[in-house]
């Protein structure tokens, strides 16, 4: 078998009292696409914020490809391979979309940007366009990012964590505060443009109904715990997940009400 | 020997006096996450008025001279909160939306207009108000002379030091304020009335920052400029304690002031440079101060 | 690869004019634009860190730094040309800002502000008590020769004059780059949002590190250029309110174009050469009721004024 993309061993987090990860032991294969399901506070970003650098564990291992990323900041850890969107979309406000994603093209080319050349270069202008118009955001190309629907932001939030080419792509509930009616154009979408650069993905829903639609793999968090790890039909049959993740989640609900 | 109680004396007096300055500034930060600029201009009022009001009872008032003190301090309480009202209630209510870094220069406006307004109100000529000072007498410790006045001093800022933690922490408003510093949101949910909160703490803060000045008028010359000069030292004082942190602002007039005094004593001529010194190596080595929380932003 | 746009165009000209019109303004005229563009200077600094999200309250300190090289390189080294002295205090200022700059680019927002301001007041207090370097009062500055050339009276002014338009404008005109470059720009997204900054990849450090060494130069060459224009040199260079008053400037101008800084400093010295004959007390009083003024209704300072008239007629 070749390496494993990502792999926890014994990872472990706690903040005060309260334990955010207690010994998780992820193991993802390249070409994976792995959904995590869990309540509020299950800790399901913290394993993202771990394993992409920004909080470091109270103890435990994190491998990307093999290689020990501990101790390294998020920086060094995108430049490997490993990028991430977020729950709430880190844009720069007050900037226009166009020039949110120039910026992300500056910094894909190296750590120093140049101090003379200008940064909406033709060729960096026809790039950023093109990636608006894979995630059908380019009409708003010319908006200040505060100026734009949600849905939009977290769309250009997952555009712009893959202008670095990663092989591997964390995405922290990229539909939430995104209507109903838009979360499977939006999944649709951010996809379609996943599959398109051959990404292994992880990401984190609250909807069942779309970790049944796109994933291969469930995770299941509760309380810092990894309760249950198999196909999307192992995982939601599995009891604990009905009674611990599904019963207190939304998911069913909203099947429901769009049924 | 002598030294070695020089040194201690000196540097409590100071550290006294640098904790009266400071504690305005730390109560106003702690609450309402705005560094005061203009801290330093309700100091130069809080001078100003018991200079002007003192000097007037000593020259034109035959009055029991030990009744100068409740003028002193009556002054102090007036003006400051005179002022804080007149500021808090004309200007910073309809500012309290923007960022800390506004807010500075916001506060720096403020400290702008001030100066002025107390030169214009108290002219450019010193006032000297010796009187309280000379009236106690000096005592004797250690074969050292110390004026009273400045012993005194440090027991009014213990007082007062005592005063602020007890208030934070063994009454209901103080359970309010700690509320609303530990977490303005969570406080407004709670149904706290943070404008109330807000304006008391500002009035407070100036009433204090009045009163150090008050309290300082008679042992200096009372002139224009005072209160920038004060500014400085007292941010140096909330920065290495912990902005916002009353503890913080105790340990942090004291480690100034000790340090200080050392260096009168033993070094004059890095006197200014030691004040800063120890205030960006504490920095350095704690980026928060010594009693700061950091906070990692969520994401 | 560099495309020249209308601002570079703008700025080129007005460069020569104002330093074809050196020939025949009068002293005091001449004296006051160069102080007010040395200003300028230190001010395009401010709002360099100010693009970043940062407020210095200490930029006095390099603008400080800046004059003493120039003062001390005439009295002790025996340099007395200036484009090598303003050198010299331009990599001084760099020097020293290499080493605070690892301590200052672990600061934001006000604890940025708050050690930017102690630091230059540590100088202050240096200087105050350096007897060697004339404590309060400093020194006067020697008169220096201009590229080997030396000038009388009159003609020594003109010199110091375009000298400073050329610094200025040329100054601005490299910043006019650096603006729109990829790592001007990279310095607004850190005001934005540091940490997507980081999660592209890059050192938020590292960015505000070259920021705070860029700034410091352009402090320390407007510094060296006061001290030669008014020929003497105090400590009061690295008092705060000195430094209080660069971040006036540049809130005045505005930080959306490279002109607003020079067209603000030239603003504020003629305002202040009336307020202060006319109201000597309420100068300050005026200074700080505009800053509340342009924070309420102009947050983007004066020139934005300038931007909304153009898009109207538009
Ligand atoms: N920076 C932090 N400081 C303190 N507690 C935190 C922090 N981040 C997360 N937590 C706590 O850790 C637990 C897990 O949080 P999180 O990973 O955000 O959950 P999820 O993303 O699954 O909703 C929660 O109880 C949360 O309050
Ligand atoms: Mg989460």
Redesign the interface.
């Known amino acids: 078998m070749s390496t494993p993309i990502l792999q926890t061993k014994s990872l472990c987090r706690s903040f005060g009292a309260v334990t955010a990860a207690r010994d998780l032991d992820v193991t993802i294969n390249p070409g994976e696409i792995v959904g995590v399901i869990g309540s509020n506070g299950a800790g399901k970003t913290t394993f993202i914020n771990m394993v992409?650098g920004?909080l470091p564990p109270s103890s435990g291992q994190i491998l990307f490809e093999g290689r020990s990323i501990l101790g390294k900041?998020?920086?060094a850890i995108?430049?490997m391979g490993m990028?991430?969107s977020f729950q709430v979309a880190?844009?720069?406000?007050?900037?226009t979309v166009l020039?949110n994603m120039?910026?992300?093209l500056?910094?894909?080319?190296g750590?120093?940007?140049?101090?003379?050349?200008?940064?909406?270069?033709a060729k960096r202008m026809r790039q950023a366009k093109e990636l608006l118009a894979e995630f059908g955001v380019e009409r708003f190309g010319d908006s200040v990012v505060s100026a734009v629907p949600q849905g939009a932001r977290k769309l250009i939030d997952i555009a712009?964590?893959l202008?670095?080419t990663p092989r591997m792509l964390l995405l922290d509930e990229p539909t939430s505060g995104v209507s109903v009616e838009e979360k499977f154009g939006l999944m649709d979408t951010v996809m379609r443009a996943v599959r398109h650069h051959g990404v292994t993905v992880l990401f984190v829903e609250h909807d069942m109904e779309i970790v049944e639609r796109y994933v291969s793999r469930v995770l299941a968090f509760y309380s810092g715990e990894i309760i249950s790890d198999g196909t999307p039909a192992q995982v939601f049959a599995d009891e604990k997940v009905r009674e611990l993740v599904i019963g207190h989640g939304h998911g069913t609900e909203k099947k429901r009400n769009m049924a | 020997m002598t030294t070695f109680y020089a040194i201690f004396i000196d540097g409590m007096i100071y550290a006294s006096w640098l904790f009266l300055v400071a504690a305005g500034l730390t109560v106003i930060y702690g609450v309402m996450r705005i560094?005061n600029m203009a801290h330093g201009s309700f100091y130069a009022i809080g001078a100003y008025c018991a200079a002007s009001m003192v000097g007037w009872y000593f020259s034109d008032f035959d009055g029991n001279p030990y009744l100068s003190y409740l003028l002193l301090i009556g002054c102090a309480l007036v003006a400051g909160l005179v002022v804080g009202v007149v500021i808090e209630q004309g200007?910073l209510r309809f500012m309290y939306k923007?960022?800390?870094?506004?807010m500075?220069?916001?506060t720096?406006?403020?400290?702008?207009?001030?100066?002025?307004?107390t030169?214009?109100a108290f002219g450019?000529d010193p006032y000297f108000t010796y009187q309280p000072y000379a009236l106690l007498g000096r005592s004797d410790i250690g074969g050292l002379a110390f004026a009273n006045y400045d012993l005194l001093l440090v027991a009014v800022s213990a007082i007062i030091g005592l005063g602020c933690w007890l208030v934070l922490n063994r009454t209901h408003v103080g359970k309010v304020l700690r509320a609303v510093i530990h977490d303005r949101e969570i406080a407004v949910a709670m149904g706290v009335n943070v404008r109330l909160m807000f304006a008391g703490t500002f009035i407070v803060g100036t009433t204090l920052g009045a009163l150090a000045g008050a309290l300082t008028a008679p042992s200096i010359s009372v002139s224009p400029g005072i209160g920038?000069e004060v500014i400085?030292l007292a941010?140096?004082v909330v920065?290495v304690g912990g902005?916002g942190s009353i503890e913080g602002a105790i340990v942090g007039a004291l480690l100034v002031g000790m340090t200080r005094s050392l260096a009168v004593h033993l070094a004059p001529?890095?006197?200014?440079?030691v004040?800063?010194?120890v205030?960006?190596l504490v920095?350095?080595v704690r980026?928060q101060g010594l009693f700061g929380r950091t906070l990692a932003?969520k994401? | 690869?560099?495309?020249i746009d209308r601002s570079m165009v703008g700025l080129a000209a007005a460069t020569l004019i104002l330093a074809a019109a050196g020939g025949f303004v009068p002293d005091w005229l001449a004296f006051i634009l160069t102080l007010a563009l040395a200003k300028a200077l230190v001010v395009q600094g401010v709002v360099l860190q100010m693009r970043a999200?940062l407020?210095s309250?200490g930029q006095g300190l390099f603008f400080c730094v800046g004059g003493y090289a120039v003062g001390m390189g005439g009295h002790f080294f025996g340099i007395n040309d200036a484009p090598v002295l303003l050198l010299a205090g331009a990599l001084a200022a760099v020097a020293l800002a290499a080493v605070l700059g690892l301590?200052m680019t672990?600061?934001r927002?006000?604890?940025f502000?708050?050690?930017s301001?102690?630091?230059s007041?540590?100088l202050?207090?240096?200087l105050?008590?350096s007897s060697e370097l004339g404590s309060t009062d400093g020194f006067n500055v020697h008169p220096a020769t201009f590229f080997g050339l030396s000038f009388k009276t009159e003609a020594y002014k003109t010199a110091l004059y375009l000298l400073t338009v050329l610094l200025a404008g040329g100054g601005a005109l490299?910043l006019h780059?650096?603006h729109?470059?990829?790592?001007?720009?990279?310095w607004?997204?850190i005001r934005?949002?540091e940490?997507?900054?980081?999660?592209?990849?890059?050192?938020p450090r590292?960015l505000l590190y070259?920021n705070y060494l860029l700034a410091a130069a352009f402090a320390a060459l407007g510094g060296g250029l006061t001290a030669l224009a008014t020929g003497h040199i105090d400590p009061e260079m690295s008092f705060?309110?000195t430094s209080?008053e660069f971040?006036f400037i540049a809130?005045l101008g505005g930080t959306s174009h490279v002109a607003a800084p020079m067209v603000a400093a030239v603003l504020f010295a003629f305002v202040r050469t009336y307020a202060i004959e006319f109201t000597p007390?309420?100068?300050?009083?005026i200074?700080?009721?505009v800053?509340?003024g342009i924070?309420v209704f102009l947050p983007k300072g004066l020139w934005s004024l300038v931007r909304s008239e153009k898009r109207a007629k538009a």
């Open positions: 992409t920004y900041p998020p920086r995108i430049r990028a991430r880190q844009l720069f406000p007050e900037l020039e120039l910026i992300a500056v910094a894909a080319e750590p120093r940007p140049s101090f003379f050349l200008p940064m909406a270069s712009m964590a202008i670095s | 560094l200007l923007r960022n800390e870094l506004l500075i220069i916001i720096y406006a403020l400290l702008l207009i001030l100066e002025d307004t030169k214009l450019v920038v400085v941010f140096a920065v902005l001529q890095i006197e200014l440079f004040i800063y010194g205030m960006s920095l350095a980026p932003r994401i | 690869m560099i495309h999200g407020v309250f301590l672990r600061y927002d006000i604890f502000a708050m050690l301001l102690a630091l007041m540590i202050f207090g240096v105050v008590k490299v780059l650096v729109h470059s990829g790592l001007g720009r990279m607004e997204a934005e949002n940490i997507r900054v980081e999660y592209l990849g890059l050192s590292w070259a705060w309110t209080g971040v809130l007390h309420t100068w300050q009083m200074l700080g009721f800053l509340l924070i």
